[in-house]
Structures are given as C-alpha cells and as structure tokens.
C-alpha cells in the first residue's frame, strides 16, 4: 500500500494531523460503519504504525469485507473516496485556521438565521478580532465589507424592510439605493477588479 496515491498522501500529514482526521472521520466510523471510513481508520493506523510497506490490499479488503472475492474496481473505488474524504477535511483545518474567514462566515450564517441574541455578541467578538488584524490587505477588506453587509441586514431584518436590491442596482445607485447600498455596491466592485487584477498579475509569469 505504500506506493498508492492515498498512502502517499496520509505520509504527507503530520501525526497530530492524522489523529485529528480520525477523530473528524470517528462518527462515520463508529456509527455509521462507512466501508471508505473504516478503510481510512485503517489506513490511518498503518501510516501510524509504519507498516504502510507490509500492509497489502488483500488484507485491507478482507478487513473491510470478509470472505468475498478482492475487487480491485471497487477497492480502488474506496481509496479515492478516502482521498475525497481527506481532502474535504484539509479544507476544513485551512477554514478554521483563517481565524477572520471563519469567525465572519459564522457572522454571516446567524445574520442569515436572524439569531438575534447571537449574533450581537458574536459581531463584538468578530470586531475586535478585526481592528487587531495584522494585515489590511484586499481579503481583510473584503471581510470588512461582509461585517459590515450583515450587521446592515440584521437592521433590516429588524426593522422588517424589504431585501436588498440587485447587486446591480446597489452599484449604480438605482431608485432603492440610499447612500449605505451604493456603499456596498461600490466596494463590491472595486474589491472584484482589485482582486482578479492582482491574480492575473502574480499568475502572469
């Protein structure tokens, strides 16, 4: 199994990072007996124990189903599930590191659920994790913006006004546009050109 891509990819992460994908995987292996997560608490083990080099897929397979005839269609079948399964739990170490990113995402699902007693004092917590950020670059603003988009939400939601008009409509200052949504549609815009442009910039050589 060693020279898989899977294994490869679990010899990649640290141990602690191993442990915590099992423990983010243990729900699916504990109750719902998930064949690929079964097959990644093993392959998690092995990638542990060092015994990648002896650990064939005949003994994986008998492991995970018995008695029946190895399928290699469908082991290699599990293996890119299991591959599915720590990419989709990278992603999350990476959201939940961006402490910004994930701490406005939240702001933004209780503006959305209009959780009112929450969402006060999440947007305090959120504010000042804000003004202590160490860069104002084009993603601190972005999120500056998002902050700003739900709090003015959660007024409306309050007030019981009508949504939002198209985006469209907030930039060009159309007949809803007060000077708060020409605001938005304004930053909007600027941060889509300033963003893309500098993509195509550090992307060009």
């Avoid at 899977?6 to 719902?32: D, H, M, P, T, W």
């Avoid at 124990?49 to 994986?60: F, P, R, V, W």
């Avoid at 591959?83 to 990476?94: G, N, Y």
């Avoid at 699902?109 to 504010?127: G, Q």
């Amino acid at each position: 199994m060693h020279k898989t891509k899977v294994f490869k990819v679990l010899q990649s992460l640290s141990a602690s990072e191993v442990n915590r994908l099992k423990l983010f995987y243990s729900g699916e292996i504990n109750e719902r007996q998930s064949k690929s997560a079964i097959l990644l608490n093993h392959l998690c083990a092995a990638r542990v124990e060092g015994s990648g080099e002896t650990i064939s897929k005949a003994d994986l397979w008998s492991n995970l189903e018995g008695d029946k005839n190895y399928d290699d269609r469908r082991f290699r079948k599990l293996c890119s599930d299991v591959l599915q399964m720590i990419e989709k739990f990278l992603s999350v170490e990476a959201f939940l590191s961006d402490k910004l990113l994930e701490q406005t995402v939240r702001l933004k699902v209780l503006s959305e659920r209009n959780l009112e007693s929450l969402y006060k004092s999440h947007l305090n917590r959120v504010k000042t994790l804000s003004d202590r950020w160490p860069v104002n670059d084009a993603i601190y603003f972005y999120r500056q913006y998002e902050i700003e988009q739900s709090e003015y939400e959660m007024s409306q939601a309050r007030q019981d006004a009508p949504p939002l008009p198209p985006r469209s409509e907030i930039a060009h200052g159309g007949k809803a546009g007060c000077q708060h949504h020409n605001a938005i549609g304004s930053f909007q815009l600027f941060f889509d050109g300033f963003y893309h442009g500098c993509l195509l910039f550090f992307t060009a050589g």
